[in-house]
């Protein structure tokens, strides 16, 4: 898509072909497509020989296994292309990111919504936009480019979740919230924020949460990659 953009003999060549009756219509994305395509269709058509099939049949054992090797690369396909998406996605919002905040491009990207913090007095205290990943979530406050269209989002909070993490539901003049806090007593750090999906918020960083509280005595490299994370 983008050399059909900067380039307009390949756009005018890409037409050409598209066009060609050869083609029946289909754009260069249908045909790059057609390979993964399939895969779900050979899975269909075994498993409806299988049912019109003995088990006692000479062939039944190696259509079984061709039709488990096909949903286990399947499987892996998807698994790839939901990687490339989300590298794609964390690479797009890093990109769109001014301010201080440590490297999260081996992360999970989860959500991301239209938030509210709110002071220790739970006043409203700045709209904000924030960014949910499976190891850490951002707080930004937008900001217009004054040269170019569109906007930046400055980075305001940065939090990592480790076993100290907790969180708490909290209702502030009828809009839900949570306050979020991690750390030590004597380094506890908190912040309350809120907004319309922020239930969806609460369940998904209790689920993160949950998953790494694990048990501290287990193997030392489990710990230090899944819960050293700093909070500073």
């Known amino acids: 898509r983008n050399l059909s953009t900067a380039n307009p003999n390949f756009a005018s060549f890409m ?10 219509h289909f754009d260069i994305y249908s045909f790059l497509i057609l390979p993964i395509q399939r895969l779900p269709r050979y899975i269909l058509l075994l498993r409806d020989i299988l049912k ?14 061709a039709c488990k090797k096909i949903q286990d690369i399947t ?40 938030l509210i913090i709110f002071s220790k007095n739970q006043q409203v205290k700045e709209n904000v936009h924030g960014y949910l990943f499976s190891k850490s979530f951002l707080l930004c406050h937008e900001k217009k480019r004054k040269k170019t269209v569109g906007t930046k989002m400055i980075v ?15 209702e502030i003049d009828g809009t839900n919230a949570i306050k979020f806090s991690c750390g030590l007593k004597n380094q506890k750090r908190e912040v309350t924020f809120g907004g319309f999906f922020i239930n969806l918020w ?6 993160i949460i949950h998953e790494n509280n694990v048990d501290k005595s287990q193997i030392k490299g489990l710990l230090e990659s899944r819960l050293t994370f700093s909070t500073k």
């Open 156 to 170: 305001k909070i940065q939090e990592f979740f480790d076993t100290t993490c907790e969180i708490n539901s909290l």
């Open 202 to 207: 609460r369940v998904e960083i209790s689920k």
């Open 15 to 24: 037409k050409k072909c598209e066009d060609d009756p050869k083609c029946n």
């Open 75 to 114: 499987t892996q396909i998807n698994e790839e292309k939901r990687n490339a998406e989300n590298l794609a996605k964390v690479d797009i919002i890093t990109k769109n990111l001014r301010g201080k905040f440590k490297n999260f491009s081996q992360q999970q990207f989860i959500r991301e919504d239209d």
């Open 52 to 65: 019109q099939s003995k088990k006692s049949e000479s062939f039944y054992e190696t259509m079984y296994t």
